[in-house]
């Protein structure tokens, strides 16, 4: 059974930082890309970051440049350093492979960024 839990979040002021945490547990974490998607109050889930198994990675365009994401396939754990945060990437965040797979969404941690 596959387990996907994050952890990090918090309540941050404008300009903050953070660092997501995703450890995961029951799939072979080497072989699979992985993403970080949010999902804020009445708005549908998106993708925010991906990497591949090789270490390839893409950002959606608002969080370029502020958002990083990176793994560490010896402790099955993805990343997420977030800078420069704004009241706008207020949401739920959550990891899972990508293209993402129904079964595996875990709770999620809550990021509140205060303006």
């Known amino acids: 059974q596959v387990h996907l839990v994050e952890s990090g979040g918090g309540l941050v002021q404008a300009g903050g930082s953070l660092r997501l945490s995703c450890a995961a547990s029951?799939?072979?974490?080497?072989?699979?890309?992985m993403g970080w998607y949010r999902q804020a109050p009445v708005k549908q889930r998106e993708l925010v970051a991906t990497?591949?198994?090789?270490?390839?990675?893409t950002a959606r365009d608002s969080v370029k440049g502020r958002f990083t994401i990176s793994r560490d396939n010896v402790k099955n754990t993805v990343y997420l350093q977030m800078i420069s945060l704004k009241p706008e990437d207020t949401a739920a965040y959550y990891c899972?492979?990508?293209?993402?797979?129904?079964?595996?969404w875990g709770q999620g941690t809550q990021v509140t960024v205060s303006s």
């Open positions: 029951g799939i072979i974490f080497s072989i699979n890309a």
């Open positions: 990497i591949t198994s090789g270490g390839r990675t």
């Open positions: 899972n492979t990508v293209p993402s797979e129904p079964n595996y």
